[in-house]
């Protein structure tokens, strides 16, 4: 059922959390972090820990000190709430996680033995907080979660785990809670699946979770979430489940209760990234071959493209004429997309692909008309992405 107290620590890959390979696991395979958003008595992070036992879940998580973006609201309790977590756990056999924030919560976290420690977004998006958190977790043998920040920064993500790495931690886990945009979206944080796809390009080898309850906002939004995690192939969810979400003092929308976290569990279809059924292998085999064709062929044409981008800039060089032209732009645009969506293509993708072009050539006509030839970067070839 729950994972035992030994499996901590089962190595790097798993970012020390242990995977729940076992015959009750309420997700085969998969690393399930489940519990309040707050500690808020210790009857109901008990209650909450008796319920989630039931479930095999793989950690148990309660914040104790909660970062709001406003004040006046229910902040956590606290330092006395971490013997109700510690003990809740010991209740259910599993470890226990809690967010920190500054380095006097981790001096509190491992005086009550704590045994998964989360830097929230909130934080993450801090490089003096996190190398404060970082300098006092040197020498520290715990898993660390690093939420992505909240701002769609990759590298602000990618350099807290570089600064808890410097530091040591050898146990790290990302989980991906959606970021804050402009964009108008159903759920309270957009998932921006492409800067967690990327980041797991750039670390393969980093253990990931996806918290679905953050980036929806509201209850009934977490399966569908949950779901595009796993066909996403992470490894595992972090969810907020309050045994009365109805009275949460925090995150009220989108904590559900220990019984639709089971209903979840049996609903997530797992997915796996290959097989060996050969019929699969050789039909996937030249469906990729004839993909891998048409990408050459794309960037043969892009290529072309490019050439006459250039000397169409000479011309305009010559004639006094802008490299931008904002008619013949939205004229591009609109003879592109009514012939991508002939093509069954999503307008929306079609203007995003062109406007990546159309940004390209305009660096092209800029660097044709300076004496380098264009990719020898005369430029800089875009906005310095550190800083
Ligand atoms: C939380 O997990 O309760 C939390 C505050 O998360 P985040 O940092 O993702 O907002
Ligand atoms: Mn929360």
Redesign the pocket.
Known sequence: MAMKKSEVGAGPMDGGLGRLHGRNACLKGKIVVAGP??VESESQITEAALELAKIGISVL?G?IW??RTRPGFFQGVGKVGLPWLKAAGKIAKVPVAC?IAHPAHVDACLEHGIDVL?I???TTVNPFAVQALADRLRGVDLPVMV?NPINPDIELWIGAIERLRLAGITKIVAVH?GFSTERKSIYRNDPIWRIPIELRRRMPEIPFLC?PS?MAGSSELVRTLAQEAMDHLYDGL?I?VHPHPEKALS?RAQQITPAQLRSLMVSLKTKKENTRAGEYLSHIDALRKEIDGLDRQLLDGLSRRMEIVRDISRQKERYGVSFFQPRRWRAVVEDRTRYGVAKKLDPDFVLRLFEGIHEEALRWQEQATEAPPPGSAARPRQKPKTG
């Open positions: 958003c707050s998580r914040g909660k970062p967010e989360w929230g977004a909130r939420k809670r918290d953050h972090m907020e995150d």
